[in-house]
Each structure stands twice: as structure tokens, then as C-alpha cells.
């Protein structure tokens, strides 16, 4: 019976630490927690999205940024991978 109780007070305090500690640490992570820039109404928060380019060999759309680029009788081609760019370079 004596463990019982001795359990229940460890539980007891536990759960009170908890309830002071935890409105505590939430304030201190939002106080350190970047904050966002204010924008304006007229402003956008994210860029437009760029224009998907489509892989000639396997047809997939890909970023322009990510893509891997090559130019090909005077033109840029887009490529999702180097296996698909060796492969256009290799049949044509």
C-alpha cells in the first residue's frame, strides 16, 4: 500500500510539473522561433512557379532549376536525369 501511494505522489507531481513547465517552454520557442517578414497586401508571399519543362525521352516534367540541361543543335533540351539525356544524345 506504501508503494502505492509513493507512486501516485511521484504521478501526482509529475503531472503539476508538467502543467506549469509546458505554457513556459512554448512561450520561450516562439520567442526564439524566426519570424516570418510582414508583407503588405499587394505583396506575394511565395514567387510564381516556373514553367515545367518536358523530358523528350521519357516524357516526365521537370523544373527548369532541377533539370539537367543540354544543348542540342542549338537549342536547350531538358532532362529529368543523365540516363535520359545520355539516351537523346546516344539515338539522336
Not at 36 to 43: F, I
Not at 49 to 66: H, I, N, Q, R, T
Not at 73 to 90: A, I, M, N, P, W
Amino acid at each position: 500500500m506504501r508503494y502505492v501511494l509513493i507512486l501516485f505522489a511521484i504521478l501526482a507531481a509529475f503531472l503539476l510539473l508538467r502543467s506549469l513547465l509546458t505554457p513556459l517552454v512554448n512561450a520561450v520557442a516562439a520567442l526564439l522561433a524566426p519570424s516570418a517578414p510582414p508583407t503588405t497586401p499587394n505583396q506575394t508571399a511565395s514567387k510564381p512557379a516556373a514553367e515545367l519543362k518536358k523530358d523528350p525521352v521519357c516524357g516526365a516534367f521537370v523544373s527548369p532549376e532541377l533539370a539537367v540541361i543540354q544543348k542540342h543543335k542549338g537549342q536547350t533540351v531538358h532532362f529529368c536525369s543523365t540516363k535520359c539525356r545520355d539516351e537523346y544524345l546516344r539515338t539522336g
